[in-house]
């Protein structure tokens, strides 16, 4: 079976910085593209970035640019979310995703929650 | 990269169907087939549900079908049951491996 772990998550204040990580299994996880969706409290879902499936090439919304940086370990079947810089708008549990056939995710983690705060 | 448009709220009898639009522009509804739609039961991850505007996974309820008319999207869901009641997300492609989703929509059961 299918299985994306996310840890990492945590209370940190303004400006501070946390790495996600996501645990993937049941699946070639070098074949597949990745990405980061996000949710605020009480909010809708929000696409966070993408990663090919080598690592080469990667994306990112306007609101995180420059701020978060998005990795993999594809011998480690990890996924990884550098978050600097945060803001309290950053609040939110962040999910990874599996992408398929590139245009929508088949299976999510159960998420995990970052809360920035003074 | 502004949110699609949902409606916040829907709500229908056991047995009835309803509707959830989704809403985007001719950057990303309007120019591809690839609008996925989400269930999402509270404090859970959400759930794949249609793909390609009107696939079904593997699982996933006859009852569940979308369509797409030009930058509007649609979810239908008939035969309404208690547990559909949820929260509905829809995402589009964007091009550029770059998506965005809907502003949600929470389905009520009455």
């Known amino acids: 079976d299918v299985q994306l772990l996310e840890s990492g998550g945590g209370l940190v204040q303004p400006g501070g910085s946390l790495r996600l990580s996501c645990a993937a299994s049941?699946?070639?996880?070098?074949?597949?593209?990745m990405i980061w969706v996000r949710q605020a409290p009480g909010k809708g879902l929000q696409w966070v970035s993408t990663i090919s499936a080598s690592g080469d090439n990667t994306y990112y919304a306007d609101s995180v640019k420059g701020r978060f940086t998005i990795s993999r370990g594809n011998s480690k079947n990890t996924l990884y979310l550098q978050l600097n810089s945060l803001r309290v708008d950053d609040t939110a549990v962040y999910y990874c995703?599996?992408?398929?056939?590139?245009?929508?995710?088949?299976?999510w983690g159960q998420g995990t929650l970052v809360t920035v705060s003074s | 990269q502004s949110a699609l448009t949902q409606p916040a709220s829907v709500s229908g009898s056991p047995g009835q169907s309803i509707t959830i639009s989704c809403t985007g522009t001719s950057s990303d509804v309007g120019s591809y087939n690839f609008v996925s739609w989400y269930q999402q039961h509270p404090g859970k991850a959400p759930k794949l549900m249609i793909y390609e505007g009107s696939r079904r996974p593997s699982g996933v309820s006859f009852r569940f079908s979308g369509s797409k008319s030009g930058n509007t999207a649609s979810l239908t869901i008939s035969g309404l049951q208690a547990e559909d009641e949820a929260d509905y997300h829809c995402?589009?492609?964007?091009?550029?491996?770059?998506?965005?989703f809907g502003t949600g929509t929470k389905v009520t059961v009455l």
């Open positions: 995402c589009s492609y964007a091009g550029r491996s770059t998506y965005v």
């Open positions: 995703t599996k992408v398929a056939g590139g245009d929508y995710f088949d299976y």
């Open positions: 049941g699946f070639i996880f070098g074949s597949y593209a």
